[in-house]
């Protein structure tokens, strides 16, 4: 009789041989017998090992079982952002629904019977939760992930009523925000909010409304998207927080926090801005949530452009790309860059911009994003009048310009006309040292780039005049006082004083402006 005993093995490849020399049948038996012992014995290993039990399930050919335990695997590794492993225990799930299928020799769709709708509703779980992972690894705007919510919706619609469905819509929302097709954006936000109401659900609402706020925003309704987004942090902060990031794979209240902190800049609530700005950091980092933080560091480097403050802007882009970096974020990793790129044109490293902000448009580009484009050229086209470069300058502001027309976004289109008025000013000598009679003439020539081209007038009095219309007080104050400067050194002093000092007076009290010395100084020209 052989003694009871434990066996090692010294070398993998005897191990290997060993496990080879087994029949499949009999593999497929240890392998089942390891699952329900590990199940039943070992709950411990079960919860913190899911990947182990869908090992073993997959080679004991119990595909059921096994896609049940890569789902939870995939889940658990995407809640502890190990996004990598997230998608691979994912896809591992995904190839076993697709061999059932292929077994079977006919879709999902033709099958009969509750194993059917059982596999239908798994395909969904993993569907959905790797557009999560993908989303943080490779962009909202990758085919990959407009590939899965569209089939995730397809499920949808054969299951009848999922609770999958919002965050399917959501995703396929914010595909199409990524790829600047805003007005579609809008849509899947408005079915976003129906559902919530449906639902009469906070939680959703939230999502919702921050989604609505986004799509609104970018189509240039600035106080329309800030309610959105008020309301959005007003229910966020009246719910249970324990997941979430469990619905989007990101925090609505971090993303709120920082879209409010862009609007309300813009709208000409300084003070507020700063305090949004400020809460959705300090939030992000007492979640631990990597992507919500990517995501808060991102638009806080944003927000200090807004600002004009370069050191800021700089410091606030180094942590992202770090971050975006060790955690493979690439969208936050390229607005990282872009945001480095400009921080550093400012601090007089201007061809080293330059290309940093090229490089970041660029890479931006190949996570399939179109987003924000408007806003990441004007910061291109100001580099390169920083560097002189003119000509390059006014043909970046003719594709940003163009840009907008095309997609419909417009929450930069007021300061693209105002660069655009201030490049054909310099390119015209404006930037000279020169006597008030060769400015006005200098301006009244302006139009000698082509005979279809506007003045440098026409381009800042149209900055002002959008700007107005979106409410957008911080832009419409930057074109005026560029008018009001021009104006200055034509000798129409006071012409200036009256224009500048109408839209002064109507900035509201106690906020910041980063022009309010140049502001003081045109008023008290005489």
């Given at each position: 009789e052989?003694?009871k005993?434990?066996?090692?093995?010294k070398?993998v490849?005897?191990?290997d041989?060993?496990?080879d020399s087994?029949l499949?049948?009999?593999r497929?038996?240890y392998?089942?017998?390891i699952?329900?012992?590990l199940?039943?014995e070992f709950?411990l290993?079960?919860?913190?090992?899911?990947?182990?039990?869908a090992?073993?399930?997959t080679k004991?050919?119990l595909?059921f079982?096994?896609?049940d335990?890569?789902?939870?695997a995939g889940e658990?590794a995407?809640l502890?952002s190990a996004n990598?492993?997230?998608i691979a225990?994912?896809?591992?799930g995904l190839d076993?629904i697709?061999?059932q299928?292929?077994e079977?020799?006919?879709?999902?769709s033709?099958?009969?019977?509750?194993?059917s709708?059982?596999?239908?509703?798994?395909?969904l779980d993993?569907?959905?939760t790797?557009?999560?992972?993908?989303?943080?690894?490779?962009?909202?705007?990758?085919?990959?992930?407009?590939?899965?919510?569209?089939?995730s919706r397809?499920?949808c619609?054969?299951?009848?009523?999922?609770?999958?469905l919002?965050?399917?819509?959501?995703?396929?929302?914010?595909?199409?925000?990524?790829?600047?097709?805003?007005?579609?954006?809008?849509d899947?936000a408005?079915?976003?909010m129906g559902l919530?109401r449906?639902?009469?659900d906070?939680?959703?609402?939230m999502?919702?409304?921050?989604t609505?706020?986004f799509?609104?925003?970018y189509l240039?309704?600035?106080?329309a998207?800030?309610e959105h987004w008020?309301?959005?942090?007003?229910?966020?902060?009246?719910t249970?927080?324990?997941?979430q990031?469990?619905?989007t794979?990101q925090?609505?209240?971090?993303?709120s926090?920082?879209?409010?902190?862009?609007?309300?800049?813009?709208l000409?609530?300084?003070a507020?801005?700063l305090?949004?700005s400020e809460?959705a950091?300090?939030?992000?980092?007492?979640l631990?949530?990597?992507?919500?933080?990517?995501?808060?560091?991102?638009?806080k480097?944003m927000f200090h452009?807004l600002r004009?403050?370069p050191?800021?802007?700089?410091?606030?882009a180094?942590?992202?790309?770090?971050?975006a970096?060790?955690?493979?974020f690439?969208?936050?990793?390229?607005t990282?860059?872009?945001?480095?790129?400009?921080?550093?044109?400012e601090?007089?490293k201007?061809?080293?911009?330059?290309?940093?902000?090229r490089r970041?448009?660029a890479a931006h580009?190949a996570?399939?994003a179109?987003?924000s484009?408007?806003?990441?050229l004007?910061?291109?086209?100001?580099a390169?009048?920083?560097?002189?470069?003119?000509?390059a300058g006014?043909?970046?502001l003719?594709?940003a310009?163009?840009?907008?027309e095309?997609t419909?976004e417009?929450?930069?289109?007021?300061?693209?006309?105002?660069?655009r008025g201030?490049?054909?000013?310099?390119?015209?000598?404006?930037?000279?040292?020169?006597?008030?009679?060769?400015?006005?003439?200098l301006?009244?020539q302006?139009?000698v780039s082509?005979?279809?081209s506007q003045?440098?007038?026409?381009?800042?009095?149209?900055a002002s005049?959008?700007a107005?219309?979106q409410?957008?007080?911080?832009?419409?104050?930057?074109?005026?006082v560029?008018?009001?400067?021009?104006w200055?050194?034509?000798g129409?002093s006071?012409?200036?004083?009256h224009l500048?000092?109408k839209?002064?007076?109507?900035w509201?009290?106690?906020?910041q402006?980063?022009n309010?010395?140049?502001?003081?100084?045109?008023l008290?020209?005489?």
């Open positions: 052989l003694p005993a434990v066996y090692s093995f070398n490849l005897i191990q041989a060993a496990y087994l499949k049948s009999t497929a038996q392998h089942r017998r699952a329900r012992v199940e039943a709950p290993v079960t919860s913190r090992e899911p990947e182990l039990l090992y073993h399930y004991a050919g595909s079982c096994a896609i335990y890569w789902q939870k658990k995407f502890g990598a492993e997230a225990h994912l896809r591992s076993l697709q061999s299928k292929a079977q020799g006919r879709t999902i033709l099958l009969g019977g509750s194993s709708i059982d596999l239908l509703k798994q395909e993993l569907q959905t790797l557009g999560k992972a993908l989303i943080a690894t490779k962009g909202y705007a990758s085919l990959e992930v407009e590939q899965i919510y569209k089939r397809e499920i619609q054969e299951l009848g009523t999922t609770p999958q919002f965050s399917v819509l959501w995703g396929l929302w914010g595909y199409h925000a990524a790829r600047c097709e805003h007005h579609i954006a809008l899947f408005s079915r976003l919530a449906r639902h009469n906070p939680i959703l609402e999502e919702a409304r921050f609505l706020g799509a609104l925003f240039g309704r600035l106080q998207a800030h008020k309301v959005s942090y007003e229910l966020y902060q009246k249970n927080r324990t997941c990031t469990c619905l794979g925090d609505v209240g971090v993303a926090l920082s879209y409010m902190s862009l609007s309300a800049w813009l000409g609530h300084t507020d801005s305090e949004y809460e950091i300090h939030l992000a980092l007492e631990s949530h990597p992507y919500s933080t990517g995501f808060a560091l991102s638009m480097a452009q004009q403050e050191e800021a802007v700089k410091h606030q180094e942590a992202a790309i770090a971050l970096t060790e955690q493979r690439e969208f936050w990793l390229a990282g860059i872009i945001m480095q790129g400009w921080a550093l044109v601090l007089e201007t061809d080293l911009g330059i290309n940093q902000l970041g448009i580009a996570t399939g179109k987003i484009w408007t806003y990441f004007g910061l291109l086209a100001t390169h009048a920083k560097a002189g470069q003119l000509e006014l043909a970046v003719t594709e310009l163009s840009t907008v095309r419909g417009r929450f930069w289109e007021a300061e693209l006309f105002r660069l201030e490049l054909m000013y310099a390119k015209a000598g404006g930037g000279q040292n020169l006597n008030p009679e060769q400015v006005a003439m301006v009244a302006s139009q082509s005979p279809h003045s440098v007038e026409y381009y800042l009095n149209k005049e959008i107005h219309a409410g957008g007080k911080l832009l419409e104050l930057r074109a005026t560029s008018l009001a400067r021009i200055s050194k034509q129409n006071k012409l200036a004083q500048l000092a839209v002064y007076s109507q509201p009290q106690g906020s402006t980063v309010v010395e140049e502001i003081k100084l045109l008290a020209v005489e």
